[in-house]
C-alpha cells in the first residue's frame, strides 16, 4: 500500500517530526519496507555506526528481515528532537521482540530481547537525505546467542 503523507504543521520543527515520526511508525515499528521509498532520497547516505553503508533497496531488506525475524517486533519512541536550522531530527527509541527466525546468523530460540538506540536523520525537500542510527549489536547478539 502506497501512502502519501502531507504534513499540515505550523512550524519547520514540527514537519521535521512528522517525517520523523512517519519512518519510525511505518518503517521500523510496522515493517513497511515500501515507506522507504516514499519518505527517503534516491541518494541518501547511511551513515550507520553498525556499518550497514546500505542504500534504498539494502534498507527495505533490512527492514523486512528484522520483522521476519521478530514478528512481534515493537519499538516504542520516547523522544524526538528537531533541529530547523540544520534539518536534523533525533530519535530515542527503544524495542523487543521474540526471536523466531535466522538473524545476525543466529538461529531462532525463541527467546525475547530488548535493546535501545538513537538514530539521526537529516531532511531536505520533505526528503531523508542521511541517516545515523546506532544501537548496541552487541547486546542484541548476547541475548540471542544466551540459550544456545
Known sequence: MKHKFSFPVKTDSQKLQMIAAAWMREGFQNGNAEIVEELYDENFVDCSVIGMNTDKNKLKEWISALHKAFPDFLASVQEYGADPASNMVSIKWSAHGTHKETY???????????????????????????????????EIQRQLRRLI
Do not use: L, T, V
Not at 530488548?114 to 552487541?138: D, M, P, Q
Open 104 to 138: 545476525m546468523n543466529i538461529p531462532p530460540q525463541g527467546s525475547r530481547i530488548y535493546f535501545k538506540g538513537i538514530e539521526i536523520i537529516k531532511i531536505k525537500n520533505n526528503k531523508i537525505i542521511e541517516r545515523w542510527a546506532g544501537w548496541n549489536s552487541i
